[in-house]
């Protein structure tokens, strides 16, 4: 294990790396491990010799191996601003091409989604208040946050538009507008004077971005493009259109800052379920402190009713947590002493003690919350190339405007007045607003829905990747099976069906084997009458036994049975069709007679067979890609009608799955550790929910609900963002192409080039924001219940 692996371990607790461990089950026998170390707890469950059972090589809800890039914020030597005003991608390229001319500036990383600028610097060229004092002047606000301090995730939300300083440019832009039309129809003569005014007011601070913006290195922005369009117009004598352009401008401005809000409300909606405050326990007192304060290893009081303040584990109490936000289980979960509980999940009956287990920046909320921002800001292939073409795109406009202005009147004589009109038109049409914004808003609207349905994706090169899926590949243990194993069969030899669980379960109880389990809950779920068992020990690598009366009862594998009691022929012919079946098989002896058979497997999920359905339905072929043995995985892929390869080492994983990605492009499903290799193989990895919190971090998606039936669902939404994508993308350069010919032929002019501009950009985000409703009116695939898994479909290892 790598430094970085065992970073990312989860810890044992020194009382139980200290002690053995008992495994007596039916088919182990209760063995003695050595203490377990952190890496073993990590590691897949091997198969231990005298098993009787075929255990699966690969199952391990463990890390996927892949360690998660991290965050700006925090790594070391960076330091973090917190820039209020900025909405969209134009703003942090200006941001960035007026940073990077500093001396001592490097690696900037702007997030507009969480609005914050992350830089190194070299404070013996460049001080930081110079870096603040730069941001101010393109009118943005920064706020320095020092240390290891993070932006915080549940601001206030801002003030409505119309109180923001382009919300009140917008408001004052059309009341002069409105005031001047009103004036010149009573005094026409002050037409033209008000227009002017109304024009140079709004304008300015349009005009004084620009200014900045081209002395600090970028000169081709939006603003100069602005600002050289309505100075011309004013010159031109066009005063009417010149404020009219700046007020649809300033219109134009306000809808990008509400759909940036839009964004974002999202996430603080989702950050605002963790409680702002928590009930300390320190020295036998009870105080009330602030949740983000929260330190490890501290304990706190959870009331009735009261929102859980951070991850940890219960001490004390016994009550029922509504865990939907975090697993999306509509039935609230029952929690007891040992238990894991999440930060914004909610306490129902019963007080709870809670030692906390992660801080408030690490809980699962937040990494959530985190990772969506991340998401959000990360490009697709097509905005990167969006973005490098803009950037060759905008002096190309500017340089053939200017022919536009010039050329006529200088080599066919044409009016300067007339042809420098059409030139600041053709400027203005030329702006790439909706081209620019055509990709973000989609794949925004897309991660937003997405995350709603409980899918995470790492940002618009995975939806883009995952459009082209054509293969996906699944594991088998805890990703297309529950991820225990449960009681299929109950064959009674020479007893009731009853009895049988009734024997098994009164010696199996003393086990804490998987196997052993699920005789238990299958026992329970029965309601069957349990018996007292005295003497109960395992029978080392056989089984376990006891006494129940005066009869000794012996549970474990056929082959070992055997010595206990005498297998009659019904008997082994029911062992052997049972274990064709790809099943587990424990004989029940008592008083030396075999009376009875269960037969356990992992199951399927309950969506899987449906969820292979809608992938073949979608031209996509499934995969099952295991390290069980072939009989048992063969009677898995036979239910569910997928093709299967078993026995599989995690390096024939990868290789497999490298294999099918230079054929085409491939998905991984997995969630444990021994699928990290062929996770980090496929074009695109996908964690299930039942995966640990460092495994959905890695991956490039997550399933946070663990239903089967998300994949296909997450390759449908990626399928349909991208047909967004290309329909926005026609609709932009449509657009441009269309008033271009028109601007140069004089059909159109400046206040129609603007409006056509603005237009473009709230048409391009209107069909973007459709995408919100995609799962709108879809019935919900049912969540595996906790109570099948044995834990929340989050669990954290």
């Given at each position: ?147 290891s301090q993070v932006p915080s995730l549940r601001r206030e939300a801002p003030a409505a538009w119309w109180r923001q300083a ?8 059309g009341a002069l507008v409105a005031l001047a039309y009103l004036v010149s129809v ?612």
């Amino acid at each position: 294990m790598s430094q970085t692996d065992s970073a990312l371990a989860p810890k044992v607790p020194d009382a139980v790396a200290a002690a053995p461990v008992s495994c007596g089950s039916a088919c182990c026998g209760g063995h003695d491990h050595a203490p377990p170390t952190a890496a073993a707890a990590i590691a897949p469950h091997r198969h231990v010799p005298g098993c009787g059972h075929d255990h699966d090589h690969d199952h391990a809800h463990a890390e996927t191996g892949r360690a998660a890039e991290a965050l700006p914020e925090h790594e070391p030597g960076a330091l973090l601003w917190q820039v209020h005003g900025m909405d969209c991608g134009n703003c942090a390229q200006t941001l960035r091409a007026a940073l990077e001319r500093l001396p001592g500036v490097s690696d900037i990383r702007i997030s507009v989604t969480k609005e914050t600028l992350a830089l190194r610097l070299d404070e013996g060229l460049t001080r930081p208040d110079a870096i603040e004092s730069r941001i101010a002047t393109l009118g943005y606000k920064p706020s320095r946050l020092v240390a290891s301090q993070v932006p915080s995730l549940r601001r206030e939300a801002p003030a409505a538009w119309w109180r923001q300083a382009k919300g009140r440019l917008a408001i004052a832009s059309g009341a002069l507008v409105a005031l001047a039309y009103l004036v010149s129809v009573l005094a026409p003569g002050w037409h033209d004077p008000l227009f002017i005014t109304a024009g140079l007011i709004a304008a300015a601070p349009v005009a004084r971005r620009a200014i900045v913006s081209a002395r600090a290195g970028a000169p081709f922005t939006i603003e100069m493009l602005m600002t050289i369009a309505v100075a011309g117009a004013l010159v031109i004598g066009a005063a009417e259109e010149a404020a009219i352009v700046v007020f649809l401008f300033a219109v134009g401005e306000v809808l990008e800052g509400v759909a940036a809000e839009k964004a974002r409300s999202g996430i603080r909606s989702l950050a605002a379920l963790v409680p702002q405050t928590a009930w300390l326990e320190e020295g036998g007192t009870v105080r009330e402190v602030a949740a983000e304060t929260l330190r490890i290893g501290q304990t706190v009081l959870v009331r009735p009713g009261d929102r859980i303040p951070a991850d940890g584990t219960v001490l004390t109490g016994s009550s029922s947590v509504d865990e939907a936000p975090i697993t999306g289980e509509s039935m609230p979960k029952a929690k007891e002493p040992g238990s894991e509980v999440f930060a914004g999940t909610v306490n129902h009956e019963a007080a709870l003690t809670v030692r906390v287990g992660r801080a408030a920046q690490d809980t699962m909320i937040a990494r959530i919350v985190a990772l969506v921002a991340e998401a959000q800001d990360a490009k697709a292939p097509t905005e990167r190339f969006i973005d490098r073409f803009s950037r060759i795109y905008m002096p190309f406009i500017v340089g053939l405007s200017l022919l536009v202005a010039v050329l006529p009147p200088l080599v066919a004589g044409g009016a300067w007045g007339e042809w420098i009109y059409r030139g600041l038109a053709l400027l203005l049409i030329g702006c790439p607003c909706a081209l620019v914004i055509s990709v973000p808003a989609a794949i925004a609207s897309s991660l937003a829905t997405a995350a709603r349905r409980g899918l995470l994706i790492k940002g618009g090169a995975v939806i883009e990747a995952l459009a082209g899926v054509d293969t996906v590949a699944f594991d088998k243990t805890g990703t297309l099976t529950i991820g225990r194993p449960v009681v299929t069969d109950v064959v009674a030899l020479e007893a009731a069906e009853s009895q049988v669980l009734a024997l098994a379960a009164a010696v199996e109880r003393r086990s804490s084997h998987p196997l052993a389990a699920a005789i238990v809950a299958r026992a329970e779920a029965e309601a069957v009458t349990l018996v007292a068992a005295e003497d109960v020990a395992a029978v080392p690598g056989k089984g376990m036994a006891g006494t129940i009366g005066e009869a000794a009862v012996f549970v474990g594998a056929p082959r070992h049975a055997a010595a206990w009691a005498p297998l009659p022929e019904v008997a082994l012919a029911a062992i052997d069709r049972l274990e064709g079946e790809g099943k587990t098989v424990v004989v029940v002896v008592s008083a030396a007679r075999a009376v009875g058979l269960l037969a356990l497997r992992d199951e399927p999920r309950p969506d899987a067979a449906a969820a292979m359905g809608r992938l073949n339905a979608m031209g996509i072929r499934p995969l099952m890609l295991t390290g069980d043995n072939p009989r048992a995985a063969a009677a898995v892929g036979e239910a569910l009608g997928v093709a299967v390869t078993a026995g599989m080492l995690p390096a024939d994983k990868a290789k497999a799955v490298a294999e099918l990605a230079r054929g085409g492009r491939v998905a991984m499903v997995g969630d444990g550790i021994n699928d990290a290799p062929a996770l980090a193989s496929a074009q695109v990895g996908i964690a299930m929910g039942s995966g640990t919190r460092v495994a959905i971090e890695a991956a490039d998606a997550a399933l946070l609900h663990d239903r089967v039936g998300d994949v296909p669902a997450l390759i449908g939404l990626a399928r349909v963002t991208m047909a967004n994508i290309r329909q926005n993308i026609a609709l932009a350069l449509g657009l441009k192409a269309l008033f271009l010919v028109t601007t140069v032929i004089g059909a159109t002019g400046l206040w129609v080039a603007i409006l056509a501009d603005t237009g473009g950009t709230v048409l391009v985000t209107l069909n973007a924001l459709r995408l919100l409703g995609y799962f709108r009116g879809e019935a919900q695939a049912p969540s595996t219940p906790s109570s099948e898994s044995g834990r929340p479909a989050l669990a954290t290892g």
